[in-house]
């Protein structure tokens, strides 16, 4: 009987649980549906939805070459899966399982949906290197800080083994109707904003695969080298993990006998990426609301009171705030739909603490733009930034943004995304001042240590 995979972010055939177990069980239907309704506000954005097109056609692809195809569908996921299920006899379906809590709830409804039906939902772990939970304290509870959490992670690893990519894909002589891709419209077109990353990137699960046969040659220098936005020694594979066009098991296991420190330092780094589902398994909400306890209304600047926030908020938004190492990263996130990780902590400190607007703007705007915005990595990343979550980098420690330019060597990141400023020596670009500050770019929003001592201020006050 035919075996339903429901596929979301998870967009490859390697080391794919819920696609190998279908595979093994009958003929294949493999489905992916648009839907925008069940995320309610957290629909896909514009960076989202332009590497979902490129992702879908190329594993479109890789189905075909098995004589294969996806079916595609747009609408509310749990009606069109009790759909199909009767125009095609499914006995199963197959999904890995998400935390995101839309997914969850869709993961629900549709158990209950199918109780009185021959079809059962079959849910695989499939995207992270353990499942959620699985870590626990001594008394059972899930971890709440990432360091006990890595060190028990690794008591527990390896992690499950690689599944291999089925070999044939068998499908029923008849399939149901596909939309068709293009038709869903997710690539820009007028204007055409995607140049910058097109040029960045290469989408799809074969890219993936590619990258991670070039980053196991450099990961060595991943310990000395993945702080300095000008040199490229990080692996920039978060949209491929986002999207989940390769598994970070697989990476694991290429990876694992690497003996260079740089391997234990990116091995932690896919940690953190465990633990931030960790953190959502238990906190579903994370991402919208600050776990610790300030005075929020004195903390940020009220967008009711005079203060002009909207304008400040667009000034980062789009890479003009005085800060050349800030407007940088900006217009490399605006430009590539990613950000280097130095850049995106100094960024969003920036926006958290020399503007102190409310770090859930920030989280939003990097939700909208990244290709890898992911529900559960950038809400921890963003209350980390912010000293607001639970485990977090304490408020009153505030990152100066000229000295962390220079401290990390970003002459050459700044040349390349703030073009004006590329005439500038080396001593001068992190910092320039009215004598050699070209005409095009502005003033600072804000002096640091004014920005500083206003930002300790709220602090102060917002903890009483
Ligand atoms: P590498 O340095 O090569 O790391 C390997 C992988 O480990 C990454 O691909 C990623 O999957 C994971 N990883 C690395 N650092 C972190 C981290 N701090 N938290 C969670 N996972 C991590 N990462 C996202 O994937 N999506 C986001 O939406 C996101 N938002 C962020 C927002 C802020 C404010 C900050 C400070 C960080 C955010 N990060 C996010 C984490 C990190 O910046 C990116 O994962 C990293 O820059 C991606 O580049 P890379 O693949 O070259 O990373």
């Known amino acids: 009987?035919?075996?339903?995979?429901?596929?979301?972010?998870?967009?490859?055939?390697?080391?794919?649980?819920?696609?190998?177990?279908?595979?093994?069980?009958?003929?294949?239907?493999?489905?992916?549906?648009?839907?925008?309704?069940?995320?309610?506000?957290?629909?896909?954005?514009?960076?989202?939805?332009?590497?979902?097109?490129?992702?879908?056609?190329?594993?479109?692809?890789?189905?075909?070459?098995?004589?294969?195809?996806?079916?595609?569908?747009?609408?509310?996921?749990?009606?069109?899966?009790?759909?199909?299920?009767?125009?095609?006899?499914a006995a199963a379906i197959h999904a890995n399982h998400h935390y995101e809590p839309w997914h969850k709830e869709a993961e629900e409804d549709l158990h209950d949906a199918l109780k009185d039906t021959d079809c059962e939902?079959?849910?695989?772990?499939?995207?992270?290197?353990?499942?959620?939970?699985?870590?626990?304290?001594?008394?059972?509870?899930p971890y709440?800080?990432?360091?006990?959490?890595?060190?028990?992670?690794?008591?527990l690893f390896?992690?499950?083994?690689?599944?291999?990519?089925?070999?044939?894909?068998?499908?029923?002589?008849?399939?149901?109707?596909?939309?068709?891709?293009?038709?869903?419209?997710?690539?820009?077109?007028?204007?055409?904003?995607?140049?910058?990353?097109?040029?960045?990137?290469?989408?799809?699960?074969?890219?993936?695969?590619?990258?991670?046969?070039?980053?196991?040659?450099?990961?060595?220098?991943?310990d000395e080298g993945r702080n300095l936005p000008s040199k490229?020694?990080?692996?920039?594979?978060?949209?491929?993990?986002?999207?989940?066009?390769?598994?970070?098991?697989?990476?694991?296991?290429?990876?694992?006998?690497?003996?260079?420190?740089?391997?234990?330092?990116y091995e932690e780094e896919l940690i953190w990426r465990d633990y931030a589902q960790n953190v959502i398994y238990q906190f579903p909400k994370y991402p919208e609301?600050?776990?610790?306890?300030?005075?929020?209304?004195?903390?940020?600047?009220?967008?009711?009171?005079?203060?002009?926030?909207?304008s400040d908020l667009e000034c980062w938004q789009k890479g003009q705030t005085g800060y050349p190492i800030v407007d940088a990263g900006m217009r490399q996130l605006w430009q590539t739909g990613w950000m280097h990780n130095r850049v995106r902590m100094i960024t969003a400190s920036f926006l958290v603490k020399h503007l102190l607007i409310d770090w859930r703007h920030g989280e939003r705007w990097f939700w909208d733009t990244l290709v890898d915005g992911d529900y559960a990595s950038n809400g921890t990343n963003w209350q980390w930034v912010s000293g607001t979550g639970v485990d977090s980098n304490i408020f009153s420690r505030i990152m100066a943004p000229l000295s962390q330019s220079e401290k990390f060597d970003a002459a050459g990141y700044i040349r390349e995304y703030v073009p004006e400023l590329a005439e500038l020596s080396d001593?001068?670009?992190?910092?320039?001042?009215?004598?050699?500050?070209?005409?095009?770019?502005?003033?600072?929003?804000?002096?640091?240590?004014?920005a500083r001592e206003r930002a300790l201020e709220r602090y102060r006050k917002s903890k009483d």
């Open 427 to 450: 001593e001068q670009i992190h910092d320039p001042d009215d004598d050699c500050r070209p005409e095009d770019y502005p003033a600072k929003m804000i002096g640091h240590k004014e």
């Open 1 to 89: 009987k035919p075996q339903i995979v429901w596929l979301r972010r998870d967009l490859r055939m390697k080391d794919q649980p819920a696609l190998h177990a279908a595979a093994q069980e009958g003929p294949v239907i493999p489905v992916y549906i648009l839907d925008e309704e069940r995320p309610g506000d957290r629909k896909i954005g514009g960076a989202h939805r332009w590497w979902l097109h490129h992702s879908l056609e190329s594993l479109g692809k890789s189905f075909g070459k098995r004589r294969a195809q996806i079916v595609l569908r747009r609408g509310e996921s749990v009606q069109i899966l009790q759909k199909l299920v009767k125009e095609t006899g």
């Open 232 to 265: 490229d020694i990080t692996s920039q594979m978060s949209p491929h993990l986002h999207w989940g066009e390769i598994s970070p098991v697989t990476i694991w296991h290429r990876l694992k006998d690497k003996r260079s420190d740089g391997w234990k330092t």
């Open 158 to 222: 390896p992690p499950r083994e690689e599944l291999p990519e089925p070999e044939t894909i068998s499908q029923p002589s008849s399939l149901p109707d596909s939309d068709d891709l293009d038709e869903w419209e997710l690539l820009p077109t007028k204007p055409d904003w995607a140049g910058g990353m097109r040029d960045f990137w290469t989408v799809g699960e074969d890219a993936a695969h590619e990258r991670l046969d070039w980053w196991a040659d450099e990961v060595g220098d991943y």
């Open 144 to 155: 709440k800080i990432y360091t006990p959490f890595k060190k028990a992670m690794r008591d």
């Open 289 to 310: 609301e600050s776990y610790r306890d300030y005075d929020e209304r004195t903390l940020w600047r009220n967008p009711n009171r005079s203060d002009n926030i909207q």
């Open 121 to 141: 939902l079959v849910l695989h772990h499939g995207n992270y290197l353990m499942p959620p939970g699985t870590a626990t304290t001594g008394s059972g509870d």
